[in-house]
């Protein structure tokens, strides 16, 4: 278990202090994959930063396995780095080395045998797909190889956390599956709670099952997947979930209602509610935006609808709200 309480980080700079994190409370279950998202100077990489103690936090804590680790001394956070390990975005390999012996460098590093550490590293490069680069230098490796050799790198000490740091934003969009993909495969083989930092939904809804919201150094949402997809609360998770909805609205005239229509179970995406509502109740939407997608396993959409008057999005909204797995909300009244 991770807790991090009450935690917040400021900065000094010229121009005075920075407060990057802002009382930041977030439980992390073992074996989870917890996601952490936020825009750009959001706080992401400071959080996990904080998580390892790379950066001290300026007021509260964060306690893995009932460990308050900002009271460890320096030898004490050495031997927990080798159980909190950390990819990036950028690989940080080192390229004067082999992918083996870049697999082997931590393990060297933590005293094990030359021929031990040989024996692990390949188990590892077997592990990730790269056996057969094992003698291959990183340069001559594809990005998505190089993300291969730093997961392998970042298990060669058997850690029980791994954080990953926006270590799929160089990636193209297949070669970023492939990589959660293996994320995935790991934590479920292996046990290891993943903790990953992104700005990307699409990494969340592929491969999280809890996530939270930071949106100028404070979380503003967290919870299920699921449940932020079907309902999220805050403005910050609404603009995450349904991106481009600002554009679709500004196109309608002025005076027309828009509704959110979220569909959270397979049942609701598969029934024709807008057909039976003009059929049933005679009320005629004009559809400005619809997309289906799986989330944790599950049939999700979403749509925005918009209608004439009040009164007339008023019945719509009575109307779809009575269907299990469906909740409706007003985006905006133009009207106004």
Known sequence: MIEIKNLSKTFSTADGTFQALKNVNISVSDGDIFGIIGMSGAGKSTLVRCINMLERPSEGSVVIDGVDVGTLGRRELRKLRRSVTMIFQGFNLLMQRTCLKNVCFPLELDGVGKKEAKKRALELLELVGLSDKANAYPSRLSGGQQQR????????????????????????????RSILSLIKDINEKLGITVIIITHQMSVIEEICSRVAILENGEVVEQGEVNQIFSSPKSEAAKHLVFPGEEENVAELQYGKRVLRVVFNDSESTETPLIAKLAAEKGIAANILYASTKSVGGKAFGCMLLSFPDGETAEGAKRYLSSHDGITVEEVVNNGK
């Open 149 to 176: 050799v730093a997961i392998a790198r970042a298990l060669a000490t058997n850690p029980k956390v791994l954080l990953c740091d926006e270590a799929t934003s160089a990636l193209d969009p297949k070669t970023t």
